[in-house]
């Protein structure tokens, strides 16, 4: 097999082999650009969040009569609806909290430590006003301090204290011992582990929670529940109606597990991968379909040739190889034009989505890809080309 | 007549002469064409003008008028502006019509023995209707942009509500108030929803019911999409702490007709800032914002970037497509090379062959149409599934159909052209020795 020979048989067809070569340029830049965002997606999918996503429902809820919305009656629906949801079996804890975690956006403000607003202040931090057992629902754990187990109002004439996670107190406090110090909110009572908060925050693991009466539903509620293992399905299909056995003038907008949520929050990202993983496969195909045929019509259109090497002695390997040579040789060429298009893409990518730079490793993968998928659409007309007989194909010269 | 269907014939028989790459190159054309125009589908709606006729006279304006310092030119104005900026902003003559408006939430039904119905509510004035150019079909809209215990419904919720549309005058009860129905608007949709774009709720449908902002703030309403206190404002005591207050969550629009009107208000907001800055009333640097509603969604950031990153992309599939599909059919119009030089020899001008390369196109273009369609429908179904914040800009319209058309036929002939060329010319003794 020599490489003059095959660039001189590529030469000789050279409109073909340029848009070959075109596509499989194309084909490399997008099929690593899909990887690219397929695996960032797939890495968001599995980032920690700090909560046990399978085992957590959340019910997003509103009163549907405006003296519903309103304490007392708001408070005594709260309590009946917790009261009912527990009774189900396979639920361990509920709490009520004005949002959920894993969101993109929400109820936020601004958190600073007293007096040092201008050195500690943290904007679009998600406030939680929650009921005693949400840090028992999301099975949060207590680094510090002690857990508040009463409602304090928001309102009142004491600032309520405020929980916060590990990685706000360590931004706001920075090594000093947060518990007993005071923020904007209110006097820290204790610190918390981690939790996926709102995704538009400026870290998704900054939350401050207030146990402490709903301020308003205006915009809806939520419950969360904290099930044993497995018994999601169960327990999902008899809350709705336990809720409405409670008091039937509420909307139900959704119920979820957090595993869901968390599908939910990356579902743009989710899509664009899914589509180009999609198309990525279908210009693979393209490709394929037309390696094959450059293949076979090279084969058709070379067989006197083919002839004349078999009758000078070329095995039927050799044959074989020669024609998945070229096709290789076809897309090395390729690929290597293909990296390029590749980067400029991905750089164009950015300007309107976040997408990582290519690793160096990745685009080998995308080649030994490529190259699978050649062989494979080469190997057939390949093998039709070894089966030409030498005194066949000489007859006519 | 007869000539063409004599190519016609001639083009059919070689199609069945080779049937596969014939389809092959089908099928790839209406790939490409097919999941391009699926993505064309959405591209094309998410950016159409949907009031192409005034979206350059229309105009939000925004102003840093906030009870915080900021001396860095980076400070934007907040995308939502709050009541008492409102009224500020809207002391001046100079703009035609103007509008403050936000949207919420809220039950309605027709007395308390019903069950409650979710309805959606855009709180807003008179004006309105006539900028954004709703078409009414029953009574007439309010008189001024005073409170007013009326609503305005659209024609599908009063059907649903009442079972016939002509309901003005009919009481109702929105989050148990009673109000009167003083409009019906027909049936309409604003796509994209520009009126309201900040954090794409352009994507959004229009509301079922309008209720006058006065009465909106009277009873409470908040807006379900965005809302920012930047003072000690009590969010829930928006009829009192809310007018004065901080509370920022109303859009605000104004329409210049005239680049004169244009410049007189901009002119007038300097104004405004300059006395605002005197008073001690706006301590951050004057950024003033007169965005045209035609520059709105790029105003503040919300192009759909995942649908231009997949434009993007579709497009470069449908070049390897076409660079695909003149790669088989090149192969194919060699392998024939045989019988159109024959035809040369028998004294076939080059211009019948290239009349017979037109038919094969016309073929082409409708059997890769077909494919495309079905391909570009599927792939909309399969984006709005994937994205179904987009569902309300799935559908097709005449222009759009008319463009794949042209699309569609100006890559057959792409395709097609090459091949024929090089199968038309060329040595004819060597091309029949072959």
Redesign the interface.
């Known amino acids: 097999m020599s490489l003059h020979l095959m660039l001189q048989s590529l030469k000789r067809r050279k409109v073909v082999t340029a848009l070959l070569l075109l596509q499989l340029t194309m084909t490399l830049a997008l099929l690593l650009n899909a990887m690219m965002l397929a695996s960032q997606t797939h890495a968001s999918l599995n980032e920690p969040t700090g909560l046990a996503l399978d085992n957590i429902l959340q019910i997003q809820l509103k009163p549907t009569t405006p003296a519903l919305r309103k304490y007392p009656a708001l408070g005594d629906l709260l309590e009946r609806q917790l009261a009912g949801v527990r009774t189900v079996p396979g639920v361990v804890a509920a709490a009520y909290s004005n949002q959920g975690p894993l969101l993109q956006g929400g109820n936020n403000g601004n958190v600073f430590k007293v007096g040092e607003q201008d050195r500690t202040n943290l904007s679009s931090v998600p406030m939680y006003f929650v009921s005693a057992d949400f840090f028992r629902v999301l099975g949060l754990t207590l680094q510090n301090g002690e857990l508040p187990v009463s409602p304090t109002l928001l309102d009142g004439p004491v600032q309520a204290p405020v929980v916060l996670t590990q990685h706000l107190a360590e931004q706001l406090f920075a090594g000093e011992n947060p518990v007993g110090q005071a923020v904007n909110r209110g006097p820290v009572a204790a610190v918390v582990s981690n939790f996926y908060g709102q995704r538009t925050a400026e870290h998704v693991f900054n939350n401050v929670m207030q146990v402490a009466p709903l301020y308003g539903v205006d915009w809806g509620y939520s419950l969360l529940v904290r099930l044993d293992t497995g018994t999601a399905g169960t327990v999902r299909q008899q809350l709705e109606k336990v809720l409405r056995e409670v008091d039937s003038n509420i909307e139900i907008f959704y119920v979820r597990s957090l595993a869901e949520q968390h599908h939910r929050l990356y579902r743009t990202e989710f899509g664009l991968a899914v589509l180009l993983t999609l198309l990525a496969g279908l210009m693979l195909l393209v490709t394929m379909i037309s390696s094959y045929s450059n293949a076979h019509f090279h084969a058709l259109k070379s067989q006197q040739e083919i002839g004349i090497k078999r009758a000078l002695g070329a095995s039927q390997a050799e044959i074989f190889i020669e024609l998945l040579g070229e096709s290789w040789l076809c897309t090395l060429f390729g690929a290597g034009f293909g990296v390029l298009v590749a980067v400029a893409l991905n750089k164009l990518l950015a300007t309107v989505i976040v997408i990582p730079a290519i690793p160096l490793w990745l685009p080998l993968l995308a080649l030994a890809v490529l190259m699978c998928c050649v062989t494979l659409a080469t190997w057939y007309p390949a093998t039709i080309a070894t089966r030409v007989s030498p005194a066949t194909a000489t007859k006519t010269l | 007549m007869e000539q063409f269907l004599y190519y016609l014939r001639a083009s059919l028989v070689s199609i069945r002469r080779a049937p596969l790459?014939y389809a092959?190159t089908v099928f790839?054309m209406a790939?490409g064409l097919g999941?391009f125009f699926a993505n064309a589908t959405f591209y094309y709606r998410l950016n159409a003008d949907p009031l192409p006729h005034k979206s350059d006279k229309l105009f939000f304006p925004m102003m840093l008028l906030v009870p915080w310092e900021c001396n860095d030119s980076t400070c934007k104005p907040p995308p939502v502006l709050s009541y008492a900026n409102v009224q500020k902003l809207s002391s001046s003559d100079i703009p035609t019509a103007k509008a403050a408006m936000y949207s919420s939430d809220a039950?309605l039904r027709l007395d308390t023995k019903q069950?409650?119905l979710?309805v959606s509510l855009r709180i807003t004035q008179r004006d309105f209707f006539r900028m954004f150019d709703v078409p009414v079909l029953h009574g007439s809209i309010w008189p001024d942009d005073s409170a007013r215990n009326e609503v305005i419904l659209t024609e599908a919720l009063a059907e649903k509500l009442f079972g016939h549309s002509d309901v003005v005058g009919k009481t109702l009860l929105l989050?148990?108030k009673p109000l009167t129905v003083s409009a019906v608007l027909q049936n309409w949709q604003m796509l994209p929803r520009l009126y309201d774009a900040n954090n794409r709720n352009y994507t959004n449908a229009v509301e079922q019911i309008y209720l006058p902002l006065e009465t909106g703030y009277d009873m409470?309403?908040?807006s379900?999409s965005q809302s920012s206190t930047f003072d000690d404002t009590?969010?829930?005591q928006l009829a009192t702490q809310g007018r004065t207050g901080a509370l920022h969550q109303l859009q605000y629009w104004v329409q210049l007709d005239t680049p004169a009107q244009q410049q007189a208000y901009r002119d007038f907001m300097h104004n405004l800032a300059t006395t605002e800055q005197t008073a001690g009333r706006h301590p951050a640097v004057i950024n003033n914002q007169l965005t045209a509603l035609r520059d709105i969604v790029t105003y503040f950031g919300g192009?759909s970037?995942?649908i231009?990153?997949?434009a993007?992309?579709?497009l470069?599939?449908l070049?390897?497509?076409l660079?695909?599909a003149?790669?088989?059919s090149?192969?194919r119009y060699?392998?024939n090379q045989y019988e159109l030089s024959l035809r040369r020899a028998l004294g076939a001008s080059r211009w019948q062959l290239q009349q017979q390369m037109l038919v094969d196109v016309l073929m082409l273009t409708l059997f890769s149409l077909a494919g495309a369609l079905l391909i570009g429908f599927g792939g909309v179904q399969?984006?709005n599934y994937?994205?179904p914040a987009n569902r309300l800009f799935a559908g097709w319209d005449l222009l759009l159909l008319s463009g794949l058309l042209v699309l569609a036929w100006l890559s057959s002939y792409l395709v097609t052209l090459?091949p024929s060329l090089r199968a038309s010319f060329g040595a004819l003794n060597q091309q029949l020795k072959e």
Do not use: Q
């Open positions: 790459p092959l790839i790939l999941v039950y069950p409650p979710p989050d148990d409470n309403y908040l379900n009590d969010y829930r192009e970037g995942d231009k990153a997949f993007l992309v579709t470069l599939f070049l390897v497509c660079l695909n003149s790669h088989l090149l192969n060699l392998s399969l984006m994937l994205w090459y």
